[in-house]
């Protein structure tokens, strides 16, 4: 019994210095050599758990882009249907909370040409939620993505709350996919 405690204790305290170590890794600036050499080991527990760090927040010059994604989908009874991915503008905080790392992969991903290996699941993926949700099912799905270059406040003051409205937004379609039988 005592030994049993005795092997729970040591498993636990090896696991938060796993863990320690782990976060102090994650904390380290994205190219620096020290995280890259050693985080190797640590990556599948980084990648299961989320715990990866982006220091694009905190760079010299932080994003200025306020973008969103949008997919317009062409159903089989000739209708048209839009699919806003997540917009932290238009959710309550709960909301918010809970759907960042979905518009994160979003916009932050999707969005960019050097994800377009995503492109084609991502287009399957709204047609799938479209037939769980709405019932409808879909021919073509079309990905979108707009976006706008915010000026420093200095420059242009914009009131708490101000969103800036789609029309003065630029939009581009990246992506246009056919759907089947198969992709539901």
């Not at 102090?24 to 620096?32: E, R, V």
């Not at 089989?76 to 709960?94: A, I, V």
């Not at 759907?99 to 377009?116: G, I, P």
């Not at 003051?157 to 246009?176: H, L, Q, V």
Request: charged fraction near 25%.
């Amino acid at each position: 019994m005592i030994r049993q405690l005795v092997l729970k204790r040591r498993f636990i305290s090896a696991f938060i210095v796993f863990h320690l170590v782990a976060l102090l890794l994650i904390c380290f600036p994205g190219g620096s050599a020290v995280r890259t050499r050693l985080s190797v080991p640590f990556r599948p527990y980084f990648d299961f758990f989320n715990l990866w760090q982006n220091w694009g927040m905190f760079a010299p010059e932080p994003s200025n882009l306020n973008a969103f994604l949008r997919a317009e989908v062409k159903t089989t009874d000739g209708r048209h249907l839009r699919f806003d991915f997540p917009r932290m503008s238009e959710l309550d905080r709960f909301d918010r909370y809970l759907m960042e790392r979905y518009r994160k992969w979003a916009v932050d991903n999707v969005r960019s040409d050097n994800f377009s290996a995503y492109w084609p699941a991502t287009a399957r993926f709204v047609a799938r939620k479209l037939k769980e949700e709405q019932g409808v099912t879909a021919v073509q799905v079309e990905l979108w993505r707009y976006w706008t270059h915010v000026e420093a406040p200095d420059l242009h003051f914009r009131p708490f709350g101000y969103r800036i409205p789609e029309s003065e937004m630029e939009r581009a379609k990246f992506f246009t996919l056919a759907i089947h039988a198969e992709d539901f």
